[in-house]
């Protein structure tokens, strides 16, 4: 059972473009949101999370939306640069539970 | 990834053996979170700990899989009579406080059991 998913495996982004990466979930009881960045053979890093009393978290060149109504989040990278290329993970908790759950992730490619 | 170490990074284990993982958490963080990913696939929770108590292990399968986190050392992950499905990666996790707060992730332990 998928309560976090993000349906594009994959992006390409020319340098200096916005890249917009989508993560949808289905538990309304969800309160938490993180996404992470991975490169290969390392762990995920965390990159920047909103709580859902939000709807905009903004951290430099990186802004989480989140809108509840239609649960989803999406996360801005402006402008995307060569070294964003990585693996981009969303990851979703309740407060009234112990684990997160994670998106099956989407590889951006940032093309220089 | 800087403070929670994962060791080993690879290991290779043979059908029926035994695949021990270790953890040691960001220094003054208390909360343990063990996941595994397979090829194509997100980060899979399988059990969470504080010290010396398991929290949550309803991720982990009910077989042949235990996890521990002593007072003393790191977290432990035993794998016991390993199958070939259980080739993945297994990345920890530590927090200073419980969910719904960033957790620091160690850059894994890839087991291939041959």
């Given at each position: 059972d998928q309560q976090v998913k993000q349906n594009s495996p994959s992006l390409s982004v020319q340098e200096g473009r916005i890249s917009i990466l989508n993560c949808d979930y289905t538990?309304?009881?969800?309160d938490y949101f993180l996404w992470y960045k991975k490169y290969p053979a390392e762990g995920p890093t965390f990159l920047i999370s909103i709580s859902s009393i939000k709807d905009k978290n903004e951290d430099g060149r990186f802004t989480v939306f989140l809108n509840k109504s239609a649960k989803h989040l999406s996360l801005h990278i402006?402008?995307?640069?060569?070294?964003?290329?990585a693996v981009y993970f969303c990851a979703a908790s309740a407060r009234t539970g112990n684990q997160f759950y994670f998106g099956t992730g989407t590889s951006l490619t940032v093309i220089p | 990834n800087a403070g929670v170490m994962q060791n080993p990074r690879h290991l290779v284990r043979r059908r029926g053996q035994e695949a021990r993982l270790r953890c040691s958490p960001?220094?003054?963080?208390?909360h343990v979170y063990w996941y595994r990913q397979l090829p194509e696939e997100g980060l899979k929770f399988m059990v969470y700990l504080q010290k010396e108590n398991?929290?949550?292990?309803?991720?982990?399968?009910?077989?042949?899989f235990s996890a521990e986190f002593p007072k003393e050392g790191p977290s432990i992950l035993r794998i016991q009579q390993?199958?070939?499905?259980?080739?993945a990666a297994y990345f920890c996790a530590s927090s200073?406080?419980?969910?719904n707060q960033p957790q620091h992730f160690g850059d894994g332990t890839r087991l291939s059991i041959l």
């Open positions: 538990n309304s009881m969800f402006v402008p995307s640069q060569p070294g964003d290329s | 960001v220094k003054g963080h208390s398991i929290i949550d292990e309803s991720g982990m399968p009910k077989e042949r390993v199958v070939r499905g259980d080739s200073p406080q419980g969910v």
